[in-house]
């Protein structure tokens, strides 16, 4: 994940625009069908309100026909978020949620280190809408903390989006690889997590995770690479990956053609775009 190369102020509440802005007609030669993106981070450009932030995104979605996109974290990237953080990062990604309700939808950003709050804010948001929770690098995933979360994902069947990386140079301390999120995925086997990123370094993630079936990689985050997704629909199916951009540190295009270009069935495509996201998501 890329941090925007600019931090502007938000937009406070009351001057949210309430248009919204609806998918225009797929270009032709795109794909026709159900296009959902389950990671997107909403930053402003310098001199940009939230709401000007959300239009330029949903510009963005119509040029590439896609649907909906799940928003998390706030406007700036937190990795240690105190309670206050979390707290004003998850009203952001409600705010902008406001602004074109049928286009984006919330994911809950937690931390292991606030677990109480952390079930207060799933509560809250989860009631206003939010169709997922996000854990990012506060703690290695697999750490007891995470342990409460999960369990309310569980009971309420939300899917947690966790970020997961393989570095040449180096994870930072608290950044999860696959195997972190592996031995949480097995613990909690009612709960349907996405990997973000599919690991970075994605053979060695997929191959990781490939016989864990709540485990659904997701696209984003790399540059397009030969292979990457006729690799991962050969390990685990077309059913158990979904599509992701990591816009607006990636762009649309470049994630969404790992799949719209992959030698794989058009139905393969079909689930990865969308399908499979919907299922894992409450209606």
């Known amino acids: 994940?890329?941090?925007?190369?600019?931090?502007?102020?938000?937009?406070?509440?009351?001057?949210?625009?309430?248009?919204?802005?609806?998918?225009?007609?797929?270009?032709?030669?795109?794909?026709?069908?159900?296009?959902?993106?389950?990671?997107?981070?909403?930053?402003?450009?310098?001199?940009?309100?939230?709401?000007?932030?959300?239009?330029?995104?949903?510009?963005?979605?119509?040029?590439?026909?896609?649907?909906?996109?799940?928003?998390?974290?706030?406007?700036?990237?937190?990795?240690?978020?105190?309670?206050?953080?979390?707290?004003?990062?998850?009203?952001?990604?409600?705010?902008?949620?406001?602004?074109?309700?049928?286009?984006?939808?919330?994911?809950?950003?937690?931390?292991?280190?606030?677990?109480?709050?952390?079930?207060?804010?799933?509560?809250?948001?989860?009631?206003?809408?939010?169709?997922?929770i996000k854990l990012w690098v506060c703690q290695l995933c697999d750490v007891a903390g995470n342990d409460p979360i999960c369990g309310y994902a569980s009971q309420l069947g939300l899917p947690v989006l966790q970020h997961t990386w393989f570095k040449t140079t180096g994870n930072m301390p608290t950044e999860s690889e696959p195997g972190h999120l592996l031995a949480l995925a097995r613990r909690h086997p009612k709960v349907n997590f996405i990997m973000a990123h599919a690991g970075g370094d994605w053979e060695r993630g997929l191959r990781l995770v490939a016989d864990q079936p709540n485990i659904y990689p997701d696209t984003c985050g790399n540059d397009p690479e030969s292979g990457f997704t006729e690799l991962a629909v050969s390990l685990l199916g077309p059913e158990r990956l979904v599509f992701g951009s990591d816009a607006t540190g990636r762009s649309f295009a470049s994630q969404m053609a790992k799949i719209t270009g992959a030698d794989i069935p058009d139905d393969a495509k079909r689930l990865m775009l969308g399908e499979n996201l919907l299922r894992l998501m409450p209606a």
């Open 1 to 132: 994940m890329i941090a925007p190369s600019a931090i502007i102020r938000p937009c406070s509440s009351s001057t949210i625009s309430p248009r919204v802005v609806r998918a225009s007609r797929p270009l032709p030669g795109s794909v026709n069908h159900l296009v959902i993106d389950c990671h997107v981070h909403l930053h402003c450009r310098a001199g940009e309100c939230q709401a000007d932030a959300v239009a330029r995104l949903l510009r963005c979605m119509d040029r590439l026909g896609i649907d909906k996109a799940c928003i998390c974290l706030g406007e700036r990237l937190v990795a240690q978020p105190d309670a206050k953080e979390l707290c004003r990062q998850n009203e952001w990604a409600a705010e902008a949620v406001a602004v074109a309700p049928d286009r984006l939808l919330g994911f809950v950003y937690v931390s292991p280190n606030h677990p109480e709050l952390s079930l207060e804010l799933i509560d809250e948001y989860y009631a206003r809408g939010f169709k997922g």
